[in-house]
């Protein structure tokens, strides 16, 4: 796995987030996949489509900055700033948030098998 990989598959995944486009989330994250959301909660891949199936999650700007990566044999560490506005369940929602993702190489596909997200003040 080599860092331009991983850059690349981080774009692609943002761009899939902005555009709701499940089939290609459906493809990036890993099945057994758990991500910590800000309030706390733990939430899986399915909730997660879901959440962009039904339409609740609606992102209008996303903006990432200051990406530091590691690799470790075949996972890589993301830390990404993002910047977001959108809304969720027709909620505003909007501001920095600190993302901390894990990729796995599985064959040729590099799959989000963790995260987190922190809110930056």
């Not at 599985?106 to 997200?117: K, M, P, R, T, W």
Request: hydrophobic share 45%; net charge negative.
């Amino acid at each position: 796995m080599k860092t331009e990989e991983v850059v690349n598959a981080e774009i692609e995944l943002l761009t899939a987030i902005k555009k709701a486009d499940v089939p290609v989330l459906e493809r990036m994250l890993h099945d057994d996949l758990l991500f910590n959301l800000p309030d706390g909660n733990t939430i899986t891949k399915e909730f997660d489509l879901e959440s962009y199936r039904l339409g609740k999650m609606k992102v209008e700007t996303l903006e990432a900055s200051d990406q530091l990566i590691n690799i470790i044999d075949d996972v890589a560490v993301v830390a990404v700033t993002v910047s977001l506005r959108g809304t969720y369940d027709g909620n505003p929602l909007g501001g920095a948030y600190r993302y901390v993702r894990v990729w796995k190489q599985f064959n040729e596909d590099l799959q989000v098998i963790a995260g987190s997200c922190v809110v930056l003040q």
